[in-house]
């Protein structure tokens, strides 16, 4: 393993936890009025997007920091629906 490798998987993980934040506070305050649902399934179709292209070419890093990040995205997705919508 390079350091290159070593540095692309810390670095993709990292970034994958990016939206993590968001999914706790929503769940913690039940309540995802304000956030923006299109930035969540563009990540997650992005995110699968790249888990493919991963598989493609065998490259870990890749795989992983993207399904942690589509993980999440959904996890932000459910919170939406569950909290997001005005409730009549």
């Given amino acids: 393993m390079t350091p290159l490798y070593t540095l692309a998987l810390i670095s993709g993980v990292f970034l994958a936890f990016g939206a993590l934040p968001q999914a706790i506070k929503i769940f913690r305050k039940r309540s995802a009025r304000d956030v923006a ?38 996890v932000v997705l459910v919170g939406w629906f569950l909290y997001g919508r005005t409730r009549s």
């Fill in 37 to 74: 649902v299109t930035t969540y399934l563009i990540t997650a179709i992005g995110g699968v997007i790249w888990i493919l292209y991963g598989f493609e070419i065998q490259n870990f890093p890749i795989i992983l920091a993207n399904f942690i990040g589509v993980v999440i995205s959904i």
